[in-house]
């Protein structure tokens, strides 16, 4: 299963935890030959994130939206530009650029979701060809756009022993099951909040970004009868294929917001644990129980939120994706670069066991019509 052409391709990925932007180097061919690179990391200053929440949570005009989307897009063009210099690499060697961009909306329900991002102005900048908006076309066939990653999990634990499950603690946490290495076969959606409501309480409270390595939490006690409450929500049971906003748990989680700061964290992190026990349970009416669950993310650095999994997730061991020699912070940007490889070959990127998409038995795109593409992305040539 190896592709004679090995291309190189860079992954950009802003994500829902709104910190900053991910850039990964990576070489691949699209299937199980893959060579994680380089990676590097931009944090966004506070005046940008500010203009970030209020695109988000504010009420902006269309101009305020189209020029921040112009801001974003310059800031990604001149972090790949200091990237490329400072590794000494011609951007002739680059085949392609995945730019994602940063979700605003996500409603695929309602056949909504949004990236703002310009990739024909990134293009022009870089003078490399992009791949862009991997969501929309998945979403038009009925998929909820999310997660996307998952083929990228397959390939990049080819070698390793089935089954297993990979969970990305980001602003959302998703999983994703592997029992075998069949495309077909895999299982993925996204689980429930990550790290954005602890961020959001710990922001308001105290000014910082994030509990840093989960101190705050440490020493807070679960609040049991309010989180067993909240775990009485049908939002945490809808059956898969399901995909979240960063916002869609903001109503449910609000009486947190009456506990002590320590407390509030350490009862989210209790809920958090659950789903994902109750997910992985879920998945094993169907398979054999994943004995390991590999753990990426932002949020495997937060130890009460890895602690609480230890503690109330059953029947698995959970581990840093590092103990299988993976960086934990750079896969979700490998990801794209793999995405927008898979791309130039025509390769499908979402499958109806992962977010749903309907043609197909197994891709996001069967090909109804002469000249439909077969993946999701669209190219931006330079």
């Not at 870089?126 to 999310?146: E, K, P, T």
């Not at 495997?300 to 230890?310: G, L, P, W, Y």
């Not at 791309?343 to 990127?349: E, G, S």
Request: hydrophobic share 40%; glycine share 6%.
């Amino acid at each position: 299963m190896t592709n004679k052409r090995i291309y190189t391709a860079i992954g950009l990925m802003s994500g829902t935890s709104m910190d900053g932007i991910d850039l990964a180097l990576i070489r691949s061919d699209g299937y199980d030959f893959i060579d994680s690179k380089k990676f590097s990391y931009l944090s966004y200053q506070k005046d940008f994130k500010s203009r970030l929440s209020n695109i988000i949570h504010g009420s902006p005009s269309l101009l305020e939206i189209k020029e921040f989307e112009r801001d974003l897009t310059l800031m990604h063009a001149d972090f790949v530009e200091r990237f490329l210099t400072d590794n000494n690499i011609k951007k002739s060697d680059i085949d392609a650029v995945a730019f994602h961009g940063h979700t605003i909306l996500h409603a695929p329900d309602k056949s909504v979701t949004w990236q703002i991002g310009n990739p024909d102005l990134l293009a022009s900048r870089l003078g490399i060809d992009i791949v862009s908006d991997f969501r929309n076309r998945d979403v038009a066939f009925m998929g909820q756009g999310a997660p996307l990653v998952p083929i990228y999990h397959l390939y990049l634990s080819y070698k390793i022993t089935k089954p297993l499950a990979i969970l990305n603690i980001g602003g959302i946490s998703n999983i994703t099951y592997l029992p075998n290495n069949n495309e077909s076969d895999m299982r993925a959606f996204d689980v429930c909040f990550g790290n954005a409501p602890f961020d959001d309480l710990v922001k308001k409270y105290t000014g910082q970004d994030f509990d840093q390595d989960g101190q705050i939490a440490a020493s807070g006690n679960i609040d049991t009868v309010l989180s067993e409450n909240i775990l009485l929500n049908e939002i945490f049971y809808k059956n898969p294929p399901k995909s979240f906003d960063r916002d869609d748990f903001a109503s449910i989680l609000k009486p947190f917001e009456k506990l002590r700061l320590q407390d509030a964290l350490a009862s989210l992190a209790y809920i958090h644990a659950k789903i994902i026990d109750f997910n992985i349970k879920y998945l094993a009416r169907d398979n054999s129980q994943a004995t390991k669950i590999f753990v990426c993310g932002g949020g495997r650095k937060n130890k009460n939120i890895i602690e609480k999994m230890v503690k109330f997730v059953d029947n698995s061991e959970i581990l840093p994706i590092e103990n299988i020699g993976f960086n934990g912070d750079s896969i979700e940007a490998e990801a794209f670069a793999f995405l927008a490889i898979r791309k130039i070959l025509d390769l499908p990127i979402s499958f109806q066991k992962t977010t749903g998409v309907l043609r197909g038995s197994n891709s996001s795109l069967a090909l109804s019509r002469p000249h439909s593409s077969s993946c999701g992305g669209v190219f931006y040539r330079a």
